[in-house]
């Protein structure tokens, strides 16, 4: 059994997004973190800070979208969706994963909220390396971890989306650009963007 805890509009997406791309059953439970006082305690005892995505699978509880998505992809191998150790490019797979959750993610909400900061005193660095990185990381390879499509685009592709189209703290770079229209051709994702909007906010 397989329980995906999930608000909205929110960092959860890409999990929605990873979760209809592996084709597995699963439950949704929606999460209010837009109430007065964000989610219910109780949600606790599942994530420890109130915040979404997380997922109980057999009694198994994994919460940050990282770790969700490495331990989903390898539980999951049928899907193809993570090069196996070994592979070429397992390095770019771990090394986009982790970075668009402890790079990408705190740049845009920095951005949004125009948090000033000295880039060197801050482990996630600046707006303008982040851009550059992505951009030549995205002319060089189709994909981000290399020549297909792997979990990780479930990632980085639901943070460049946010970022450009959502909220406007990426710029609408040509290889961003071009990136997502590879990303929105997937009907995982069209299937995703449908049944996020469908919930209530």
């Not at 920095?110 to 851009?131: I, L, M, P, Q």
């Not at 030549?136 to 592709?157: C, I, S, V, W």
């Not at 460049?160 to 229209?181: C, D, K, Q, S, T």
């Amino acid at each position: 059994m397989l329980t995906f805890y999930h608000s909205p509009q929110s960092r959860s997406f890409s999990i929605l997004w990873l979760l209809e791309e592996l084709g597995q059953p699963y439950e949704m439970k929606l999460v209010d973190i837009r109430a007065k006082d964000g989610a219910p305690e109780s949600y606790r005892s599942i994530q420890p800070h109130k915040k979404v995505p997380a997922i109980v699978h057999d009694g198994t509880v994994v919460t940050e979208r990282a770790a969700i998505c490495l331990y989903l992809a390898e539980r999951f191998p049928e899907a193809g969706l993570a090069p196996a150790i070994g592979d070429a490019d397992r390095a770019a797979f771990l090394t986009a994963l982790v970075y668009t959750d402890a790079v990408l993610d705190p740049i845009i909400a920095a951005k949004v909220h125009n948090f000033a900061y000295e880039a060197r005193g801050f482990s996630f660095g600046s707006h303008a390396d982040t851009v550059a990185n992505l951009e030549k990381r995205l002319t060089a390879h189709p994909y981000a971890a290399g020549e297909r499509f792997t979990a990780a685009d479930t990632q980085l592709g639901s943070g460049i989306h946010f970022g450009m189209n959502i909220i406007g703290a990426l710029p609408r770079l040509p290889v961003f650009e071009a990136y997502m229209e590879r990303m929105l051709a997937r009907p995982a994702l069209q299937q995703t963007i449908a049944k996020d909007d469908a919930l209530p906010v």
